[in-house]
């Protein structure tokens, strides 16, 4: 019983090694997708590069098409509608939307298209923006939605509900 514990905290001692140590950069995020069943979704990274906040999700298990993500404001993601999730992320107060005259939100990340085996992958800079910022009191959530971002429409693109959701978590 002893050993298992100890072996175990190695592990991950080891985990957490490998992970700080991973593209060099000290601040590092990770986020675990769920339905609102609980059931497993896929993951995002998310880290301080040179130009901005990289952003790098996975995701499986989820219906094909284009899909609106976003960075959601608060850190939880409560079902059955992750509405816990709050509005995008958006510190400079910006209407929603890269086509927006107003827009954008920090939060809005491009649309995700998803294949016929469920999977779909997405790499984003938020450019300016650090994991700091992000992180703020009460943290953040990765969102994936119903259907496509319109980049537009204020204040979430008419992406539909809220289908995945994760906490953002520092690593
Ligand atoms: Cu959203």
């Given at each position: 019983m002893k050993r298992t514990l100890i072996l175990s905290l190695s592990l991950l001692t080891l985990a957490a090694c490998m992970t700080a140590s991973d593209g060099g950069s000290a601040s590092q995020a990770t986020v675990a997708l769920a339905s609102a069943a609980g059931d497993v979704r896929g993951s995002a990274r998310i880290g301080d590069g040179a130009s901005g906040l990289q952003v790098s999700v996975a995701v499986e298990g989820l219906p094909a098409g284009t899909h609106g993500v976003h960075l959601h404001t608060t850190g939880r993601c409560d079902a059955p509608?992750?509405?816990?999730?709050?509005?995008?992320?958006n510190p400079t107060a910006r209407k929603h939307g890269r086509d927006n005259p107003d827009g954008a939100h920090h939060g809005d990340l491009p649309n995700i298209e998803i294949g016929a085996d469920g999977r779909g992958r997405l790499s984003f800079t938020v450019p300016s923006a650090t994991l700091a910022q992000l992180m703020d009191q009460d943290g953040a959530a990765l969102v994936v939605h119903a259907t496509a971002d319109d980049?537009?429409?204020?204040?979430?693109?008419?992406?539909?509900?809220?289908i995945a959701c994760g906490v953002v978590t520092r690593s």
């Open positions: 509608d992750f509405a816990s999730a709050g509005g995008h992320w980049y537009r429409t204020d204040p979430s693109g008419n992406s539909g509900g809220r």
